[in-house]
């Protein structure tokens, strides 16, 4: 598949035609998701879940029939691994033709840990609905959509720099370009887009710069997840090697280093 186009062309759905998914979509999905991996080695399970068998449902989505969850070991790391192979899963599903939305909140929680029999140590940190899109949205969805300004992004000078956070980074090769435009163009949290990358030569640096509210909600990093779809859209459009080799840079207020991808 095209990354960059599905990149493009993904958007969180909310409201579903009710049909469900077919039969071959199912099996497409179960052979994906066996192949699916990531930079750390952690491995993340995923299952697919019949909504209305299971009780399952969310409050903001509509039409649903299925949901993929998803769990992996907790520890180091474990939220970026998470959110690296979980971003796999959703842009497959959008180049089958299938509609999603990552989900941390706005679910009952325990309802969904206890269809993923979550074992002790293991984290459930986000759910989709899976399906197609019905031919026009919700109410909700259109509210929720204009509440966080789910079509804006911010412009790369204030995300991308070079060498350190006070020099925006301009850069010629067409593939690195196109990697850090799907870097911008992530899914994230309340839409905060936290990732910060500085270049040095053929090392980018990704830092996450963190939003208070949302640390103070959750035991865990959400932030973190969406560092891991940064990674996921750089790494996929780069073939570049991800380590943990951090540069000690001087970094803003609330900003801390996640990861280096050498391209």
Request: some cysteine; charged content about 25%; aromatic content about 10%.
């Amino acid at each position: 598949m095209d990354i960059m186009e599905i990149i493009k062309q993904r958007r969180s759905v909310r409201t579903f035609d009710g049909k469900g998914i077919t039969p071959e979509e199912q099996q497409k999905l179960y052979e994906y998701v066996q192949q699916i991996k990531n930079p750390y080695d952690i491995p993340v399970h995923f299952m697919l879940v019949d909504a209305r068998s299971e009780g399952l449902f969310s409050p903001v989505i509509e039409g649903e029939q299925f949901y993929i969850i998803a769990k992996v070991p907790g520890g180091p790391h474990s939220e970026e691994a998470f959110g690296y192979s979980f971003e796999q899963l959703v842009l497959y599903a959008c180049s089958i033709g299938l509609g999603t939305t990552w989900m941390a909140g706005t679910l009952d929680r325990k309802i969904f840990e206890k269809v993923a029999d979550l074992q002790e140590g293991e984290m459930m940190y986000c759910v989709t609905p899976v399906g197609h899109a019905a031919a026009a949205m919700s109410e909700t969805e259109q509210k929720m959509r204009a509440g966080i300004g789910a079509d804006e992004r911010k412009p790369a000078a204030e995300l991308f720099f070079d060498k350190d956070f006070a020099t925006p980074l301009a850069v010629e090769e067409e593939k690195l370009k196109t990697a850090l435009e799907a870097v911008r163009l992530g899914p994230s949290a309340v839409n905060y887009q936290p990732w910060r990358i500085v270049r040095d030569g053929k090392a980018f640096h990704f830092y996450e710069t963190y939003n208070k509210a949302l640390h103070e909600r959750s035991e865990w990093d959400v932030q973190k997840i969406d560092m891991g779809i940064a990674l996921c859209h750089f790494i996929g459009l780069t073939g570049g090697t991800c380590s943990l080799s951090d540069p000690g840079l001087a970094c803003p207020e609330d900003t801390q280093y996640i990861a280096t991808v050498t391209v």
